[in-house]
């Protein structure tokens, strides 16, 4: 009230409302602590989401590199299938048996061609699952940190309210103690 507004403006005070303003130092520097906590929380707040949706991204390129991947393996295996077809009409037509064993040995080395391709194909998807493994490791941990700020930001404000609650009666007793000393006074 006025009170406050006279102590916290410098003017000449009474023993009491020094005695008030010793009191409520305390309070206003805890609830300064507070609010900085709160700022904090609220920051990490903003960093959770940026890194949630982050990682939202993230696995959303790997969605669409599997996607072209299972699409360029397919095209590959069309291609592969194309150059059988192609191989056996050759074979066909040419009829030679010499020329049948050096068809085999093409086909024998689209194989192994094949064979290597899918090789590293297949390392390349173990990597992504690893990575992706990963990430829902850091989903789960970001999970939990979010929920252990909650719990904190609850307790913060649960503080603050109490802390509040007290000024106010404290403010109310004071103004009640300089009401009396008013009356005592006249």
Known sequence: GPLLAEIEEGMPTTKAEDMLKGRLEPYKRVIAAMEERQSFYDDQEKRLAALTRNLAEQEGRCREAQTR?????QKCQAEVEAERAASRQASIARGGLEQRIVELEQELALRKVHEDS?????VLMESELSVVHEKCSFVDTLDEETRSLR???AGVEESRRQ?????????EEVSWRHGEELRLAE
């Open 69 to 73: 991947l299972q699409e360029v393996s």
């Open 118 to 122: 899918l090789q590293r194909r297949l």
């Open 151 to 153: 719990r904190s930001k």
């Open 163 to 171: 802390l509040a609650e007290e000024l106010r009666e404290a403010s």
